[in-house]
């Protein structure tokens, strides 16, 4: 039990390092590409994203004003 348990526990510092050295320079990338690339679920995305009720192919809501922000 405790071996299992100091597996899981060395997996998961490698995945939260990991993930910390991934996002290193991020905004950075961001700044140089000068868009910021993202996603959302239309489908089940509501309130945050979900297709405009006057123009359908429009999406609209929350993530969608993050992504239009300026910094």
Known sequence: MKRSLRIYSLV?????VGSLYSQTGSLDRIRERG???WSSD????APYVFPDPVNPSRLVGFEVDLAEAHY
């Open 12 to 16: 998961l510092g490698l995945i939260l």
């Open 42 to 45: 239309a489908e089940g995305g």
């Open 35 to 37: 868009y910021l690339l």
